[in-house]
């Protein structure tokens, strides 16, 4: 650090990877940070991410990645392009974690897990000094400006750094530490906030009782989903209260955002989505003899029992008997979506702060040395390594502001904090 931010302090709320990277960004520059959560430990969501196996980012060129943010791509396109991909895996290896890309792109560390990453980081984090505090809550700003925390035996403390990053999540699995209570402090500081709402979440449907119980934790393997025009290759899961998994996590905004204009959408899926319609007309055209149906669905095409079920749902219980009718059905069984899952069960949430509100250094405008990064900001992203990325690259990004922001601040105010 040069002198220009000699004698400031930093207070990082917020101890998931995106605060925590700034935090160690920071103190690396000789900042003196202290982090704060008001959880017992740290990265609990990293954590819970790492035990479907930590999918940290992805492998696709870096044009087709920064997509994956939609509207939110030219915000967040500095930040990325400023901490890509490939850093954030040299920064794993850094910390004794080697990544591997997968069969679908996507890069895990080798461990699979987040807990050992977790651990050197903590590690490197106290080395450099930061100070960890935890079960402090942050509560806003007393009438003097000072950060306010109220502590686990319910007394509160204040802080004047000199610039603060927020970094306190988004709103999903707020038993692991983010619950979004932030949203109400920000707002009644006149920051504009787009509500929290589950992305990539399941959603509801309405089951006949018989389907549900058969069906439910059965998988929709290699499957196309489709709904206004999207398709998307993967599995899928039925359960009790719908249908969740990855091929349904991609198209989740969609549907979400398609649900809250008309009140319901539907999902199509594609049982077949390797063969050409007029393959699958011509097998079955072929004589059933004294077959089920099932038994010739399954013979002919290789249907699960989950897959015919699926479409006696749709349809009721006689299936089409004319071949294209059948075919047709097959490519596109509709299933009515109703609402989407709690977002208490989603993986991630959409909404946050308006990216308006914030300069390019990531600094709110309206509070000037409060800096936001991670999911509270009002961008989202399938499943895929893209929303762990985006929370590297924002704390990156806040980190280096911060950094500008104090350097500028001191050559205006000399003797500025
Ligand atoms: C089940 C699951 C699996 C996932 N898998 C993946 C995956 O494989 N790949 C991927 O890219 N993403 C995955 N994610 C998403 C990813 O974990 C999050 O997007 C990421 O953790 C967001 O980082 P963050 O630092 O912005 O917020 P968080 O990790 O949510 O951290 C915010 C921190 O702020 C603290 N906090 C909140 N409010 C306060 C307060 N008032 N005072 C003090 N502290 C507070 C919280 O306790 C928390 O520690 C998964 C999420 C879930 C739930």
Redesign the pocket.
């Given at each position: 650090m040069g002198d220009a931010a000699e004698n400031s302090t930093v207070v990082v709320?917020?101890?998931?990877?995106?605060?925590l990277f700034a935090a160690e960004l920071l103190s690396r520059a000789g900042m003196p940070v202290t982090v704060?959560?008001?959880?017992p430990t740290?990265g609990?969501?990293?954590q819970?991410?790492g035990r479907?196996g930590?999918?940290l980012t992805h492998s696709e060129p870096l044009d087709a990645f920064l997509k994956r943010y939609g509207t939110a791509c030219a915000f967040l396109a500095p930040a990325i392009e400023a901490f890509p991909p490939a850093a954030l895996r040299d920064w794993a290896a850094g910390l004794g974690q080697e990544t591997f890309v997968g069969s679908s792109g996507r890069v895990f560390p080798k461990a699979m897990k987040a807990a050992p990453l977790l651990r050197a980081w903590l590690t490197r984090l106290r080395e450099q000094g930061c100070v960890f505090r935890f079960r402090?809550?942050?509560q806003g700003w007393d009438g003097d400006g000072n950060l306010l925390f109220r502590g686990p035996d319910g007394v509160q403390e204040t802080v004047s750094p000199s610039a603060t990053v927020l970094?306190?999540?988004?709103a999903?699995?707020p038993r692991l530490?983010?619950?979004g209570?932030?949203t109400g402090i920000l707002a009644d500081r006149g920051v504009a906030i787009a509500p929290l709402r589950p992305a990539n979440a399941g959603f509801l449907v309405d089951w006949s009782d018989v389907f549900r119980e058969r069906f439910q934790g059965q998988p929709l393997k290699n499957v196309a989903l489709s709904c206004g025009g999207q398709s998307v290759r993967g599995d899928a899961m039925v359960t009790a209260y719908g249908i969740e998994g990855g091929a349904v996590y991609a198209l989740s905004a969609m549907l979400r955002d398609r649900i809250e204009s008309d009140g319901k959408a539907v999902l199509h899926v594609d049982f077949c989505p390797d063969r050409t319609a007029d393959d699958l007309v011509r097998r079955l055209g072929r004589p059933r003899g004294k077959r089920s149906q099932s038994d010739f669905l399954r013979r002919a095409l290789g249907l699960p029992p989950i897959a015919i079920n699926l479409m006696r749902e749709a349809v009721g219980p006689s299936l089409p008997r004319d071949p294209a009718v059948l075919a047709a059905l097959i490519q596109a069984v509709p299933i009515e979506l109703t609402a989407p899952n709690s977002i208490e069960r989603a993986?991630?949430s959409a909404g946050g702060i308006d990216l308006a509100e914030l300069d390019g250094n990531l600094m709110l405008k309206r509070l000037p040395g409060v800096f936001a990064a991670?999911?509270?900001l009002d961008w989202e992203a399938p499943?895929g390594?893209?929303?762990?990325?985006g929370?590297y690259a924002s704390g990156a990004a806040a980190a280096r502001g911060i950094l500008a922001w104090l350097k500028h601040v001191r050559a205006q105010v000399p003797n500025h904090p």
């Amino acid at each position: 650090m040069g002198d220009a931010a000699e004698n400031s302090t930093v207070v990082v709320i917020g101890g998931g990877p995106a605060g925590l990277f700034a935090a160690e960004l920071l103190s690396r520059a000789g900042m003196p940070v202290t982090v704060y959560d008001r959880m017992p430990t740290f990265g609990r969501k990293l954590q819970m991410a790492g035990r479907g196996g930590l999918n940290l980012t992805h492998s696709e060129p870096l044009d087709a990645f920064l997509k994956r943010y939609g509207t939110a791509c030219a915000f967040l396109a500095p930040a990325i392009e400023a901490f890509p991909p490939a850093a954030l895996r040299d920064w794993a290896a850094g910390l004794g974690q080697e990544t591997f890309v997968g069969s679908s792109g996507r890069v895990f560390p080798k461990a699979m897990k987040a807990a050992p990453l977790l651990r050197a980081w903590l590690t490197r984090l106290r080395e450099q000094g930061c100070v960890f505090r935890f079960r402090m809550e942050w509560q806003g700003w007393d009438g003097d400006g000072n950060l306010l925390f109220r502590g686990p035996d319910g007394v509160q403390e204040t802080v004047s750094p000199s610039a603060t990053v927020l970094a306190l999540g988004g709103a999903s699995w707020p038993r692991l530490g983010s619950t979004g209570a932030w949203t109400g402090i920000l707002a009644d500081r006149g920051v504009a906030i787009a509500p929290l709402r589950p992305a990539n979440a399941g959603f509801l449907v309405d089951w006949s009782d018989v389907f549900r119980e058969r069906f439910q934790g059965q998988p929709l393997k290699n499957v196309a989903l489709s709904c206004g025009g999207q398709s998307v290759r993967g599995d899928a899961m039925v359960t009790a209260y719908g249908i969740e998994g990855g091929a349904v996590y991609a198209l989740s905004a969609m549907l979400r955002d398609r649900i809250e204009s008309d009140g319901k959408a539907v999902l199509h899926v594609d049982f077949c989505p390797d063969r050409t319609a007029d393959d699958l007309v011509r097998r079955l055209g072929r004589p059933r003899g004294k077959r089920s149906q099932s038994d010739f669905l399954r013979r002919a095409l290789g249907l699960p029992p989950i897959a015919i079920n699926l479409m006696r749902e749709a349809v009721g219980p006689s299936l089409p008997r004319d071949p294209a009718v059948l075919a047709a059905l097959i490519q596109a069984v509709p299933i009515e979506l109703t609402a989407p899952n709690s977002i208490e069960r989603a993986i991630s949430s959409a909404g946050g702060i308006d990216l308006a509100e914030l300069d390019g250094n990531l600094m709110l405008k309206r509070l000037p040395g409060v800096f936001a990064a991670g999911e509270m900001l009002d961008w989202e992203a399938p499943t895929g390594g893209y929303l762990l990325q985006g929370a590297y690259a924002s704390g990156a990004a806040a980190a280096r502001g911060i950094l500008a922001w104090l350097k500028h601040v001191r050559a205006q105010v000399p003797n500025h904090p």
